[in-house]
């Protein structure tokens, strides 16, 4: 079963292959990103985010905001101070609350017993088993010059995948360490990692490091990228290849 | 024994302005396609309006207030960090039908220098369209280049 609704400005679609699965297991999945949109949403005048924007005392926070901007101050040491969610005096923490609630969202699949499943969220995609008996997951990583052109194909199992770009839906990335500098010596960088939450968090934070993202990547264990630059060439990391569908 | 390591030396100095050589030939040689249509998804025709002002909300659908006059317009050359970026816009019936790359830096001497000299060890390759028949799920940024948009809603501001 496969479903796609338009939640936090994106579509998100939900395919479980597992044939136990109802309308209603889908639909709760669904509810829970309707409630992170509710939450996070900085575009929302009523959203908690908001609120501590203009002033709500930490004491106040839900335990998932607490948490959620614990795991960006994690995320920006990790990073070497790359990936950071202060911007023009606001916290803006979405850069992690996708990757989060996806895979928080798959988690819920797996305690409802469902094995084969994927959700996407705006061209990020946790991955669980199969398509089917025979047939593996397959992602197709998307051109940057041309939305209409798939430029890599990788197989997942059990995985998470995100993409970084300079222009996501009217958000820019900006490189923390050179001020409102907009990043434009990379045109996308893929991440593939153990979950669809350090896929992303990676993903912003190496897009954000320029050409280097992708050596940073290639240092950091369980990580592996693949960035398309200005040039239309792409660099691999190491054991990127090993994701790689041939024949494709 | 000595000559074995200057032999194998000599032979991995070549090996690598071999590769050297391969790239730059693969920067150089014909990209892959790069007209795009808007009619697929509707993102690049709704990427004026939401580029236009940031703090807006993102607009899921193309709900743009404004139809465009049909021709086809060229955009102002905006700077790519690595050269320059210039598209043309073609519109129909008041649609973005094509989008083309009149300039990108592709042939830029001085970033296939950079390019070569940052990622000595990683494998890289000129990206090419693969058959997306056996896809079930995609990857990637809506579009991912500013100077794209600076070009494009520049294009679009004569249509």
């Not at chain 1, 297991?25 to 829970?32: C, H, K, M, P, V």
């Not at chain 2, 808007?38 to 703090?55: L, V």
Request: hydrophobic fraction near 35%; proline fraction near 3%; charge should be positive.
């Amino acid at each position: 079963m496969k479903k796609t609704q338009i939640i936090m400005g994106m579509p998100i679609t939900i395919e479980v292959t597992d044939k136990e699965v109802t309308v209603k297991n889908l639909e709760s999945i669904f509810d829970y990103f309707k409630s992170i949109d509710q939450r996070f949403s900085t575009y929302k005048e009523t959203s908690e985010i908001t609120k501590v924007n203009n002033g709500l005392p930490e004491s106040k926070w839900s335990s998932d905001m607490k948490l959620v901007m614990k795991l960006c101050e994690e995320t920006k040491t990790l990073t070497n101070g790359f990936f950071n969610i202060h911007h023009n005096g606001k916290l803006d923490p979405s850069g992690l609350v996708k990757g989060w609630s996806i895979f928080n969202a798959s988690n819920k699949l797996s305690k409802m017993n469902f094995k084969n499943y994927y959700i996407e969220a705006g061209g990020d995609i946790q991955v669980n088993g199969k398509f089917s008996l025979k047939t593996p997951w397959t992602v197709g990583i998307r051109n940057p010059f041309n939305i209409k052109e798939i430029i890599k194909i990788v197989t997942l199992s059990s995985e998470g995948i995100a993409t970084s770009g300079t222009y996501i839906r009217g958000q820019h990335i900006y490189n923390p360490k050179l001020k409102n500098k907009i990043v434009d010596s990379i045109q996308s960088l893929t991440v593939i990692a153990k979950n669809v939450y350090e896929a992303d968090r990676y993903a912003t934070a190496a897009f954000a490091m320029g050409k280097t993202g992708i050596e940073f990547l290639d240092s950091t264990p369980g990580l592996e990228g693949y960035m398309v630059d200005s040039n239309m060439v792409a660099t691999l990391t190491t054991g990127f290849n090993k994701y790689v569908l041939r024949n494709a | 024994m000595k000559k074995f390591f200057l032999g194998t030396a000599i032979l991995g100095i070549y090996a690598i302005y071999s590769l050297g050589i391969r790239h730059q030939t693969l920067v150089i040689g014909k990209p892959a396609a790069l007209s795009s249509s808007s009619q697929s998804s509707g993102s690049t025709a709704s990427m004026p309006s939401s580029s236009s002002n940031s703090s807006s909300p993102p607009s899921s659908s193309s709900s743009s207030s404004r139809q465009y006059k049909d021709g086809t317009y060229t955009g102002s050359e905006a700077d790519a960090y690595y050269g320059t970026v210039q598209v043309a816009v073609t519109v129909q019936s008041g649609k973005i039908t094509s989008v083309k790359f009149l300039k990108y830096p592709n042939t830029h001497s001085t970033s296939v220098m950079i390019n070569q000299q940052a990622m000595p060890y990683l494998q890289q390759e000129t990206i090419q369209a693969q058959n997306p028949n056996n896809v079930q799920i995609i990857s990637g940024a809506t579009f991912t280049s500013q100077a794209f948009i600076q070009s494009l809603q520049a294009a679009l501001s004569q249509a």
